[in-house]
T-cell receptor, first 113, second 112 residues
Framework: QQQVKQSPQSLIVQKGGISIINCAYE??????FPWYQQFPGKGPALLIA?????SEKKEGRFTISFNKSAKQFSLHIMDSQPGDSATYFCAASYGGSQGNLIFGKGTKLSVKP | ETGVTQSPTHLIKTRGQQVTLRCSSQSGHNTVSWYQQALGQGPQFIFQYYREEENGRGNFPPRFSGLQFPNYSSELNVNALELDDSALYLC???????????FGPGTRLTVT
């Protein structure tokens, strides 16, 4: 019930293409769903996040789609660039602003020029 | 770059030893969480401190302990180190009432 399942494990996309990463969860108490980007040797950086009362959130080239009934959410990266090559983690938390994050296992994205 | 800093950057310890890792939270952030990230895995929650009190703990044994100081900086202590403790240890901070957690660069611990 505490797991967040992320797919695919790795993804190769051509420059200018759309990258799509999916996550699924079981615990309906989750109330916050962030995505983090991590480059090798660095800590995770908060990219974009959504609350379950919203079905979509867009920030620049990054969009989260959220399907509460299916208990799934996804990250879409439009016009993918080589600089987007990194590992992406979805996460979820419950317990309001004091909740801890439960992470997926990550997706390694490679954007080919 | 977030305003979260961690020290040291890297360290190597021997099995059975003890280690202390340090974290300075972003200015104004009163909640600090620690995570362990094994190679190729997502971060796993260790514990969280809010106003100097532990207010959440993940599935880690008691030899993982911590402190938070009045300036909201924090320490993670690990006793009786095991080989499986080799990982990147991440500290994250957030402000009161905020969901957003901001991570530091991490400390890479190697246990030999």
């Amino acid at each position: 019930q505490q797991q967040v399942k992320q797919s695919p494990q790795s993804l190769i996309v051509q420059k200018g293409g759309i990258s799509i990463i999916n996550c699924a969860y079981e615990n309906t108490a989750f109330d916050y769903f962030p995505w983090y980007q991590q480059f090798p040797g660095k800590g995770p950086a908060l990219l974009i996040a959504i609350r379950p009362d919203v079905s979509e959130k867009k920030e620049g080239r990054f969009t989260i789609s959220f399907n509460k009934s299916a208990k799934q959410f996804s990250l879409h990266i439009m016009d993918s660039q080589p600089g987007d090559s990194a590992t992406y983690f979805c996460a979820a938390s419950y317990g309001g602003s004091q909740g801890n994050l439960i992470f997926g296992k990550g997706t390694k994205l490679s954007v080919k020029p | 770059e977030t305003g979260v800093t961690q020290s040291p950057t890297h360290l190597i310890k021997t099995r059975g030893q003890q280690v202390t890792l340090r974290c300075s939270s972003q200015s104004g952030h009163n909640t600090v969480s620690w995570y362990q990230q094994a190679l190729g895995q997502g971060p796993q929650f260790i514990f969280q401190y809010y106003r100097e009190e532990e207010n959440g703990r993940g599935n880690f044994p008691p030899r993982f302990s911590g402190l938070q100081f009045p300036n909201y900086s924090s320490e993670l202590n690990v006793n009786a180190l095991e080989l499986d403790d080799s990982a990147l240890y991440l500290c994250a901070s957030r402000g009161g009432g905020s969901y957003e957690q901001y991570f530091g660069p991490g400390t890479r611990l190697t246990v030999t």
